[in-house]
């Protein structure tokens, strides 16, 4: 049933599981609201955590892969228009819905029902999807769209690699030194183990700093596993639920489920299966000891934005492919041409769509 | 735009003369529109409470409406339930 080499990477994943839904839910981090409220009120805090995980995570992952500590392969898929087309239904859906493919697991663990609506909802979009895979995403889509053999400049420069981190992170540094808006002493103060009380522990956590944690704990994974993603693993479980209900060969005979989703038409819980798991149970926890975990009941007049939110997140996802964190946080960290283009499409679906929302009171972009 | 920090006695004395507009059950981005909406309907110097469950709210509400307040605070219940107090410029 279980598919793993050895105890310590089931341990090393439900720890780098728990620590993910802890941060997510210390950081507020989700993209939707670095992207949303960048647009809408040019606010930058979540972003320049988003930066700070992206970049963080390519050091991380390009050092542990030249060092041989890890055998994962960077995860870089094919590309073309299907890429712009699958991110931008995305980014509409995780506006509309209210949260992205990370930023809606760790709600799921504060206690929201909305958010579990829209998670069921983009289960809902993964079993239309694979059903009309074979005859219409496969011929129409995928095939005329998804034209360019991967490329990620990570990947790619194997040995060089770290360069490129190195490079941004030191050009950075001299850039905000320069414009006095990196003050060294002022950052260490701040994050003294002496400041560190049971009060702050309890309150949100800077941004950055989560940031800067979720690039470590993604090098962690790839370690352990290989490349971060929410919506793949999310996929798998729906597989296995749906398999109980209408029988494993109904998912045997559909090549998207055999051959995408589970490849090599292995039906079995992996580990990033169980990460997404302890990443629930790690934002309970956390939320819980916060005082943020409350069973909250959905409003009959949202229940359109879960679920036509959630089914969006569904479908682009598996068109992309990919969510939000394999493509506009691992992708990006890989600089790989899929995990650009699908992150411009989002981008687009997340302008349109705020701007949409708030064509009331306007948006600053 | 500065935080103030709450306790419950000041909450009570604020909460006296605020408007005070309940979105328990909103998430985001409806919160943040709201705000925008109320702190427009409002004459300088007055003050709004929004009561909501929603966690993100409490930081994305006092950035959302950054240019029309002078202060904000943030009251935790401690059971997942919020106040943000908006003072108007």
């Known amino acids: 049933m279980f598919e793993y080499n050895n105890i310590f990477s089931l341990v090393a994943t439900l720890l780098i599981g728990l620590g993910f839904g802890i941060l997510l839910q210390k950081g507020r981090f989700c993209f939707t609201s670095a992207l949303r409220d960048f647009i809408a009120f040019k606010d930058t805090r979540v972003l320049n955590g988003v930066i700070i995980g992206i970049v963080t995570m390519m050091l991380g992952t390009s050092l542990v892969y030249i060092f041989g500590v890890s055998s994962s392969n960077f995860w870089v898929s094919n590309y073309g228009l299907s890429n712009i087309i699958g991110g931008f239904v995305f980014g509409i859906g995780m506006v509309y819905g209210g949260g992205c493919a990370s930023g809606t697991l760790y709600r799921a663990g504060e206690g929201y029902i909305h958010y579990w609506l829209v998670l069921i909802s983009a289960c809902v979009g993964y079993i239309l999807f694979a059903a009309l895979f074979p005859e219409f995403f496969l011929p129409y889509f995928f095939v005329p769209l998804q034209i360019f053999d991967g490329y990620s400049l990570i990947a790619s420069l194997e040995l060089l690699a770290p360069v490129v981190p190195i490079v941004l992170i030191a050009t950075s540094i001299i850039y905000l030194r320069s414009k006095n808006k990196l003050i060294i002493n002022q950052t260490i103060q701040s994050i003294k183990i002496s400041n560190i009380s049971s009060e702050s522990l309890k309150a949100e956590w800077d941004t950055k700093l989560v940031g800067l944690g979720m690039g470590i704990l993604a090098t962690l994974w790839f370690v352990v596993w290989g490349t971060l993603s929410v919506t793949g693993p999310q996929a798998k479980w729906t597989g296995l639920i749906y398999s109980e209900i209408v029988g494993l060969e109904t998912l045997q005979q559909n090549v998207y489920w055999n051959n995408v989703v589970f490849r090599d038409g292995i039906f079995s819980i992996s580990l990033d299966m169980i990460l997404f798991v302890s990443l629930i149970l790690g934002a309970f926890i956390s939320a819980y000891l916060s005082g943020d975990f409350k069973v909250r009941v959905i409003k009959r007049s949202r229940i359109p934005n879960a679920v036509i939110g959630g089914l969006a997140m569904g479908f682009g996802s598996r068109m992309a492919p990919g969510c939000n964190i394999s493509n506009t946080f691992s992708g990006l960290a890989f600089l790989s041409v899929a995990g650009f283009i699908t992150s411009l499409g989002l981008l687009l679906g997340v302008y349109v769509a705020t701007h949409w929302m708030f064509r009331r009171s306007g948006c600053a972009i | ?89």
Do not use: F
């Not at chain 2, 943040?32 to 007055?46: M, N, V």
């Not at chain 2, 003050?47 to 930081?59: E, G, L, N, R, S």
């Open chain 2, 1 to 89: 735009m500065e935080e103030r920090k709450v306790n419950d006695e000041d909450m009570k004395e604020i909460e006296q003369s605020a408007v005070i507009i309940d979105i328990e059950g909103e998430v985001c981005p409806y919160p943040q529109i709201i705000a925008r909406e109320e702190i427009k309907k409002i004459d300088s110097g007055k003050i709004v409470v929004i009561q909501t469950d929603h966690v993100m709210a409490t930081k994305a509400v006092p950035q959302s409406v950054s240019n029309d307040v002078s202060e904000y605070g943030i009251w935790k219940s401690g059971s997942g339930q919020y106040k943000i107090i908006l003072w108007k410029k």
